[in-house]
């Protein structure tokens, strides 16, 4: 599992709009935008990465801490096997080796849960973001939003990124946004037209290899 990287464009296109310019920001039919800078950079995403970082170190810590007493135990029973009943050290061999799967198992699973809260943070991020990022287009009279990972070549005045930012910590901060169970990624409304960012959850229920 690798955390989502958001590549693909965000496209929205609305009806016409008096603009009004967002700051630095110039007037333009189109508008780039850096999603990963955008989350990574933002109040939220800073604190969601600073609370993630702390719980995979904390699990690397208790992870070292369990290989060094199982490496223990191991040369513990390896040392007593001479004097041991050949088919007691046959069961205290198999007991150790189905804990040892256990264990491991339990551990990967609490690597697993770090990464899906990761995915789930990230996702609620952007559904927040979206209508932020709406009023951006707006008021810059604009028609579009592209991954700047897909232009080619753009003038730095049409990168919204800086701008989304300053807007988004205005409006959500980095305080952990409401648990409302699975978070798909928001569909736009009925006059908009969305390309959802590679790796973000498919909202028709379908998997992504479908």
Do not use: C, H
């Not at 040369?75 to 041991?84: N, S």
């Amino acid at each position: 599992m690798t955390a989502t990287r958001a590549t693909g464009a965000l496209v929205a296109a609305l009806t016409a709009a008096t603009p009004v310019l967002a700051q630095s920001v110039q007037p333009s039919p189109v508008l780039t935008l850096d999603q990963d800078r955008l989350y990574a950079a933002s109040a939220f995403g800073k604190r969601v990465q600073s609370d993630l970082s702390q719980k995979s170190n904390e699990l690397s810590q208790e992870n070292r801490k369990i290989e060094a007493a199982l490496e223990e135990e191991e040369r513990r029973l390896t040392d007593e096997r001479a004097g041991m009943d050949p088919a007691r050290f046959q069961e205290l061999a198999i007991d150790f080796d189905e804990r040892v799967t256990g264990i491991r198992s339990a551990q990967a699973a609490k690597s697993e849960n770090i990464q899906r809260q990761a995915d789930t943070e990230r996702a609620r991020f952007f559904n927040a973001a979206y209508p932020i990022l709406l009023e951006l287009v707006e008021e810059t009279g604009a028609v579009a939003i592209l991954n700047n990972a897909a232009v080619i070549f753009s003038v730095r005045q049409i990168d919204i990124t800086d701008a989304a930012i300053a807007r988004i910590d205005a409006a959500i901060g980095a305080s952990p946004l409401p648990d409302t169970g699975p978070v798909p990624v928001q569909r736009p409304s009925a006059n908009t037209e969305e390309t959802a960012p590679e790796g973000d959850a498919p909202t028709d229920g379908t998997s992504p290899d479908n």
